[in-house]
């Protein structure tokens, strides 16, 4: 039988979605973006999958500046693929959120497919208190919004990043989204090789049942045939549970301290670098072997390092 393709494992290692008083690991500052970074390409992870934060209060930051301020060390630290964020935060336009990856050039982008409920408002009241004031407020906003992907607002980001020769890790917390995907397919917007990342777990989206997990897939194999790399992040304690059975079903998977602070039932991570680890013994525990940065890009079909713009 010919050898399965290696999986892919990205690392998310901060995002914008848990907040400094969550978890102590949470990098915030530029030198510890870089240090988690550094530590989860260690452990095995090929993508590095990027947000900025102000390394003052944690805030999440959308903006070339603070992008700058890691991404030209990490370049030269690691030969891992750098994936940025073109969706930051709920709170952000859609200028403000695709600015860093339209100036910078990435190798890989994240696409978020379609407008969505976003609720991150239950983690409020797992805090007694917040560190910074910004935190509650951040999260309570979520209650009353829609974190906004129209088809003019992908359409923009699809075409700012091609014309960069950027390609993207799209990002479809719904069965919908997968449609959404296969629109622009049709139209000719999008080319194979897709990178989908299925995420399970948010409010708002698609659940983290196993059944939920299959039918994603299922709809993605119907659509995209051959033509797709699958690729999943569960949210919270979920996390390892869908990444097994993904990697079990021939996917991808996705890690990191944006996605879930725990490693282990009751026990926080003390590092994306730990989750990782603990992803990497499953699939090889499964007979699997994980890729290199250098085989992601021949799978993903990527421009490779050098011709990015940091």
Same mark, same amino acid.
């Given at each position: 039988?010919?050898?399965?393709?290696?999986?892919?494992?990205?690392?998310?290692?901060?995002? %914008?979605?848990?907040?400094?008083?969550?978890?102590?690991?949470?990098?915030?500052?530029?030198?510890?973006?870089?240090?988690?970074?550094?530590?989860?390409?260690?452990?095995?992870?090929?993508?590095?999958?990027?947000?900025?934060?102000?390394?003052?209060?944690?805030?999440?930051? #959308? $903006?070339?500046?603070?992008? +700058?301020?890691?991404?030209?060390?990490?370049?030269?630290?690691?030969?891992?693929?750098?994936?940025?964020?073109? %969706?930051?935060?709920? !709170? +952000?336009?859609?200028?403000?959120?695709?600015?860093?990856?339209?100036?910078?050039?990435?190798?890989?982008?994240?696409? $978020? +497919?379609?407008?969505? $409920?976003? %609720?991150?408002?239950?983690?409020? @009241?797992?805090?007694?208190? *917040?560190?910074?004031?910004?935190?509650?407020?951040? &999260? @309570?906003?979520?209650?009353?919004?829609?974190?906004?992907?129209?088809?003019?607002?992908?359409?923009?980001?699809?075409?700012?990043?091609? @014309?960069?020769?950027?390609?993207?890790? *799209?990002?479809?917390?719904?069965?919908?989204?997968?449609?959404?995907?296969?629109?622009?397919?049709?139209?000719?917007?999008?080319?194979?090789? *897709?990178?989908? #990342?299925?995420?399970?777990?948010?409010?708002?989206?698609?659940?983290? !049942?196993?059944?939920?997990?299959? !039918?994603?897939?299922?709809?993605?194999?119907?659509? *995209?045939?051959?033509?797709?790399?699958?690729?999943?992040?569960?949210?919270?304690?979920? #996390?390892?549970?869908?990444?097994?059975?993904?990697?079990?079903?021939?996917? $991808?998977?996705?890690?990191?301290?944006?996605?879930?602070?725990?490693?282990?039932?009751?026990?926080?991570?003390?590092?994306?670098?730990?989750?990782?680890?603990?992803?990497?013994?499953?699939?090889?525990?499964?007979?699997?072997?994980?890729?290199?940065?250098?085989?992601?890009?021949? &799978?993903?079909?990527?421009?490779?390092?050098?011709?990015?713009?940091?």
């Amino acid at each position: 039988m010919a050898e399965s393709a290696p999986v892919i494992i990205t690392c998310a290692v901060t995002g %914008g979605i848990h907040t400094p008083t969550m978890s102590p690991a949470l990098p915030v500052t530029p030198e510890e973006i870089i240090a988690d970074s550094l530590g989860a390409v260690e452990a095995g992870a090929a993508i590095l999958h990027l947000h900025a934060r102000n390394p003052d209060d944690g805030r999440p930051e #959308q $903006n070339v500046e603070a992008f +700058m301020r890691f991404l030209p060390r990490l370049k030269q630290s690691t030969d891992a693929v750098i994936n940025l964020t073109t %969706g930051g935060s709920p !709170h +952000m336009a859609l200028e403000e959120r695709v600015g860093p990856a339209a100036k910078l050039h990435p190798e890989l982008a994240s696409l $978020n +497919m379609g407008s969505m $409920n976003f %609720g991150l408002f239950p983690l409020v @009241e797992k805090y007694p208190q *917040f560190k910074h004031e910004w935190e509650r407020t951040h &999260l @309570e906003a979520t209650r009353d919004v829609v974190f906004r992907n129209t088809f003019k607002d992908i359409e923009y980001i699809l075409s700012t990043g091609y @014309e960069n020769g950027t390609r993207f890790e *799209f990002e479809c917390y719904d069965i919908s989204h997968l449609y959404n995907l296969a629109h622009f397919v049709e139209r000719g917007l999008v080319k194979p090789p *897709f990178f989908v #990342q299925s995420v399970f777990g948010i409010l708002g989206g698609i659940g983290t !049942h196993p059944e939920d997990v299959a !039918h994603m897939k299922r709809t993605a194999d119907r659509l *995209f045939g051959k033509d797709y790399r699958w690729s999943v992040l569960g949210a919270g304690s979920s #996390q390892l549970r869908i990444a097994a059975q993904a990697a079990a079903m021939g996917g $991808n998977v996705r890690v990191g301290l944006e996605d879930s602070l725990w490693a282990g039932r009751g026990r926080q991570a003390e590092s994306s670098a730990e989750q990782v680890t603990l992803v990497r013994k499953v699939i090889e525990g499964l007979g699997l072997r994980i890729a290199t940065p250098d085989e992601a890009r021949s &799978l993903l079909e990527l421009k490779g390092g050098t011709d990015v713009a940091f």
